[in-house]
């Protein structure tokens, strides 16, 4: 009984402590738009980020900005689907969803750094049963990550990334250099 108060102790301090990190909404894009570039200069060499993602398998999705039309990059934790992605929209659980699932909602079109190759992909919410699946899979891998969706207050999406085929330049379609 003891183990198990202290488990929940530890896990709610985790999560307190990781809903506090939302106040720095300054860095945090900058700390993942880093990240995103690190992992796309590594060619596959860094798959897991013990940093942001607690050791999990990580991914770095480049969307759209819906307001700006510039290209944005975050790292984002992953479990497979299938031939696709899933990745949730936590945003450490503020109870703002993150820029990039906004952005996914207003263009599906995004891109993927995985295991050092770059994806084309289209983006879907999950919805009743293939969410909780997902979000399953999630909490499996990194328990901590439990009462996230609690501290939120919002339905926090479940994001399928499917390939489209091809991995086309996202910066040539935006006539970037």
């Not at 945090?28 to 798959?47: C, F, I, K, N």
């Not at 328990?143 to 040539?172: C, F, N, T, Y």
């Amino acid at each position: 009984m003891l183990e198990t108060l202290s488990r929940l102790a530890l896990d709610m301090t985790l999560s307190r402590f990781l809903k506090s990190l939302t106040r720095f909404r300054r860095v945090q894009p900058r700390v993942g738009r880093l990240h995103a570039a690190l992992l796309q200069r590594s060619g596959g060499r860094l798959r897991r980020s013990r940093l942001l993602a607690g050791g999990q398998p990580v991914l770095a999705l480049s969307t759209i900005g819906r307001r700006s039309g510039a290209l944005r990059s975050t790292v984002l934790a992953y479990v497979r689907h299938g031939d696709a992605w899933a990745v949730g929209a936590l945003n450490l659980g503020s109870d703002r969803h993150p820029a990039w699932c906004l952005n996914l909602r207003a263009e599906p079109r995004a891109w993927i750094d995985v295991d050092g190759e770059r994806k084309a992909v289209s983006a879907r919410e999950a919805t009743g049963e293939e969410a909780e699946r997902l979000w399953g899979a999630f909490v499996e891998r990194l328990p901590a990550i439990a009462e996230s969706r609690g501290l939120a207050k919002r339905q926090v999406p479940m994001v399928v990334l499917e390939s489209r085929g091809g991995a086309d330049d996202p910066s040539a379609r935006l006539g970037m250099p």
